[in-house]
Nanobody
Framework: QVELVESGGGSVQTGGSLRVSCAAS????????MGWFRQSQGKEREMVAV???????SYSDSVKGRFTINKDYSKNILYLQMNSLKPENSAMYYC?????????????????WGKGTLVTISS
């Protein structure tokens, strides 16, 4: 059974940085497509950044140049580094994984979800 455990959310001021983490098994980190999605109150969940199973990445236009998705294979962790944060980035951030999927990736390709970690940006 695939399990994803997020951590690292919190509150920062506009312009600040946060890094959220997602712990998974070595098999998932290596072979699955994985990514970060977010949902803010009253809005639908949206893709933020993803890796496909070949290692290609894709970002939402709204975070390009500010957010970076990366993996630490030695620790089996997926990260999302978020810089130059804005109030509109406030949301629950979810880690997700899907078996052997390739770009383009939407949530329909993800079959395992973490419980989420809350990110709040104050102005």
């Amino acid at each position: 059974q695939v399990e994803l455990v997020e951590s690292g959310g919190g509150s920062v001021q506009t312009g600040g940085s946060l890094r959220v983490s997602c712990a998974a098994s070595a098999h998932v980190i290596t072979w699955y497509c994985m990514g970060w999605f977010r949902q803010s109150q009253g809005k639908e969940r949206e893709m933020v950044a993803v890796f496909d199973s070949s290692g290609m990445t894709s970002y939402s236009d709204s975070v390009k140049g500010r957010f970076t998705i990366n993996k630490d294979y030695s620790k089996n962790i997926l990260y999302l580094q978020m810089n130059s944060l804005k109030p509109e980035n406030s949301a629950m951030y979810y880690c997700a994984a899907g078996e052997y999927c390739y770009l383009p990736i939407g949530e329909e390709k993800m079959n395992t979800w973490g419980k989420g970690t809350l990110v709040t940006i104050s102005s």
